[in-house]
């Protein structure tokens, strides 16, 4: 379905569904690099990217790993399927799209 497969559709069903099946939250974060010890959000949740003119792609935060020459700084590891063939698994994000906005949605639970 839509809700799934569109990335504008996800966002707004994830953060509005209150009935059936996954939710979430928009975070709000100042770096999408976070410390090791204070990140707004964790693996399971959901990061987005923006194309030119519209949110293009949707990946979940599969883990973390330290930035390159820091040992307090990490950044997210993401998985998720661009088209047929193409895909990112455990990528780092900054080579997702790179130099793209991004936004982050908190995983919160799921209804049955």
Known sequence: SSSWSG???????????TTKGPSGAHVNYTN??????????QAGDFLQFYGVSEWIH?????GFTYM??????????????TSPGSFQKNTR???VYTNNSR??????????
Request: charged content about 15%; cysteine-free; glycine content about 8%.
């Open 103 to 112: 936004r982050v949605i908190k995983f919160n639970g799921y209804y049955k």
């Open 93 to 95: 994000q900054s080579q």
């Open 7 to 17: 990335v504008p559709e996800f966002y707004g069903f994830v953060t509005s569904n």
């Open 32 to 41: 999408i690099n976070a410390s090791s010890v204070n990140r707004p959000y």
């Open 68 to 81: 390159s020459g820091s040992t307090t700084t990490l950044e997210a590891l993401v998985t998720g399927r």
């Open 58 to 62: 949707t990946t979940i935060i599969t």
